[in-house]
């Protein structure tokens, strides 16, 4: 059983520009969310997608988007960097988004100069 | 906003010793997760705890969860240099959606 998987494992980027994220969900796990882990802080809830659909949001601005694919690996777009985007963009994948059993990937450290 | 407390925020303590941290909200939530992240890595589940009163024990983590299924502790016993991380809460709300505390920072020296 292969785990999530996350690329890149860092991202050096400067403000304004455009970044992309992946993840690669849990075998068999159809739903994808994604959190932003600033330094020193908690993971906070960016969006769920389940089955291709976005399924919830937090307090996230609209250059904050995703995507999932028919085979539920999934995409975080952030579009006009700013300073304070800079941290852990993790995944998570569970099965159904009604379970409350979510795996965490590594993360993609996010740096914006 | 539903918002989680975590205390203390970093915790030194020696090999062998026990601890205690706590996580408090004053929302309720559905069930409430506690996590553990080492640096590079994501956070890894420990317990999900379901009912108020709950108590879960793990090896020599012992898990609660608050009658009015508002804050929740963790204990270990006998603590060793391998318990060191970030211990992490998370509120389940009734839309399953995950509120994570700020964390502890744990670290035992051995």
């Known amino acids: 059983e292969t785990g999530v998987t996350q690329s890149p494992t860092h991202l050096i980027k400067t403000r304004g520009q455009q970044v992309t994220l992946r993840c690669s969900s849990q075998?068999?796990?159809?739903?994808v969310s994604w959190y932003q882990q600033a330094l020193g802080q908690g993971p906070q809830f960016i969006f769920q997608?389940?089955?291709?659909?976005?399924?919830g949001r937090g307090n996230f601005p609209p250059r904050f988007s995703g995507l999932q694919f028919p085979n539920y690996s999934s995409e975080l777009n952030v579009n006009a960097l700013e300073l304070d985007d800079s941290a852990l963009y993790l995944c998570?994948?569970?099965?159904?988004?009604?379970?409350?059993?979510?795996?965490f990937g590594p993360g993609t450290r996010l740096t914006v100069l | 906003t539903q918002l989680l407390e975590q205390s203390p925020q970093f915790l030194s303590i020696q090999e062998g010793e026990n601890l205690t941290v706590y996580c408090n909200s004053s929302s309720v939530f559905s069930s409430l997760q506690w996590y553990r992240q080492e640096p590079g890595e994501g956070p890894v589940l420990l317990v999900t705890v379901v009912t108020g009163g709950e108590v879960k024990k793990l090896k020599r983590l012992t898990f609660q969860f608050g009658d009015a299924r508002k804050d929740s502790s963790l204990h270990i016993t006998a603590a060793q240099p391998g318990d060191t991380g970030l211990y992490l809460c998370?509120?389940?709300?009734?839309?399953?959606?995950?509120?994570f505390g700020p964390g502890t920072r744990l670290s035992v020296l051995p």
């Open positions: 998570a994948s569970s099965l159904g988004w009604t379970s409350s059993e979510q795996f």
């Open positions: 997608y389940y089955r291709e659909e976005e399924n």
């Open positions: 075998s068999g796990h159809n739903t």
């Open positions: 998370a509120g389940v709300g009734y839309g399953q959606n995950f509120v």
